[in-house]
């Protein structure tokens, strides 16, 4: 695949890192499922902790690749204030 008519090299890795990806969704998923079938809370929020690391990960990757910021830019975080909330 060209992008700016140049082969971008990340797109052949991106069918590994899918399958990976998905990989390690489903082992975090585990703990849950186990926690629920069996009545086990330390199992179930082992299993939430480990989905919520994973969810910011998921996104902060996501936003990366989509990121048009140059190679080796981290961006900042900033605070943003709702327009309805309170000073």
């Known amino acids: ?3 700016n008519g140049e082969t971008d090299h990340g797109i052949k890795a991106m069918p590994f ?3 990976s990806l998905q990989g390690l969704m489903e082992l975090c998923l585990l703990p849950t499922m186990q926690g629920y079938a069996e009545v086990d809370t330390e199992a179930g929020k ?3 902790l480990q989905e919520a690391g994973m969810m910011v990960w ?6 990366g690749l989509a990121s ?5 830019t981290f961006p900042a975080l900033m605070h943003y204030t709702p327009p309805w909330s309170p000073p």
């Open 1 to 3: 695949m060209k992008l």
């Open 17 to 19: 890192l899918n399958d």
């Open 58 to 63: 998921a996104g902060s990757y996501c936003m």
């Open 68 to 72: 048009k910021l140059s190679e080796g």
């Open 46 to 48: 082992c299993g939430l």
